[in-house]
């Protein structure tokens, strides 16, 4: 009798403990309910690691952020990353090449939660005893529900609210421009890889439509694919072209098989700005990307927005880092 009370008393003890520990109800993209800790000390990224850290960076919490970059973002591409986390440089990966995780070097880093955008990880790091958080980005309602989560979790409600009204506001001054007096037509327009034909970000198709534009190379085109080919890409004969970087912007000018294009005899071939992540990808600068791109699109409806000015002030307030003009212009330029 008194091992079985000894016990209850046990159980009692286990079960208070973990109240005190677990935060209940967090549900991820999956809907999956996670217990995690009061206070997140330490995180772990996967996948999609670049918007995922960027919203950490807008939260002020970059500190808590345990693992390093894998080698697609060790290029000079992403070097904002590393300006805005210092610490990247010299922590952990935790995945492979292939972007699985690795379990051993994530039990070893004792994260309070992995962040995570591929799907095909929780198996693997529920099987570890790993708690996971799951994202995904289609629209602007899932970068809503990612900030708030994240606010959330990491204990920046606040942050995340002050984020928020900042994209609202600039979603409804694009809106509002494009209602104003007679409705704008629509151009043709997308967003693509220049080798692949490919878009690059599902997220893009909501970008481009919320800037006024009529995305030909919209996610999905073609089998169910985010690809197009050549020719449907000619047919489809964007009057503006937005590309991974500039490189690829430089390039589509001297390649004959593009000189009859709309958007190359234009010259309205642009490289998409690029700052923490590009702005027309997940993650926080899709704020930005909006006003961006519907300055590119309807340029007379958006004559006095001072995208510099807009950029340093984004920088200042959302990531603590003070930028002068010449590096709010580099930003809007794109990369190499």
Known sequence: ??????????????????????????VDAAGRQV???????????????????????????????????????????????????????DLPVVAGSDGQPNVEA???????????????????????????????????????????????????????AEFL?????NIARVSAALAAGDAPRRPRVAFLRAKT???PARIADWTLAAAGGDNVGRYG???????????????????????WSREERDALFTDPRFAAMSAVRARRVHAVPVGATPWLAPGVEQCLGVLWTAQRLHPERFADLDLV???RGFYRRFFSLPIDAGEAAAILDGMD
């Open 1 to 26: 009798m008194r091992a079985a009370a000894r016990l209850a008393l046990c159980l009692l003890l286990a079960l208070a403990g973990a109240a005190s520990w677990a935060r209940p109800g967090v």
């Open 35 to 89: 217990a995690l800790p009061e206070r997140v000390a330490r995180t772990a990224v996967l996948g999609a690691v670049a918007p995922l850290n960027g919203f950490l960076f807008m939260l002020g919490r970059q500190e808590t952020i345990g693992s390093g970059l894998p080698a697609f973002f060790q290029t000079p591409y992403w070097a904002m990353q590393r300006r805005l986390a210092p610490q990247l440089a």
């Open 106 to 160: 994530l039990l070893a880093l004792a994260p309070d939660v992995v962040l995570t955008s591929s799907r095909g990880a929780l198996p693997v790091l529920e099987t570890a005893g790993l708690p996971a958080l799951y994202f995904e980005w289609k629209d602007f309602d899932d970068l809503r529900r990612t900030a708030e989560l994240l606010g959330d979790v990491l204990g920046a409600r606040a942050r995340a």
């Open 165 to 169: 009204r900042y994209c609202d506001g």
């Open 197 to 199: 034909f490919s878009q």
């Open 221 to 243: 085109v073609g089998a169910g694919q985010a690809a197009m080919t050549l020719e449907a890409l000619l047919r489809a004969d964007p009057e503006t072209l937005i590309v």
């Open 309 to 311: 000015e807009e950029t």
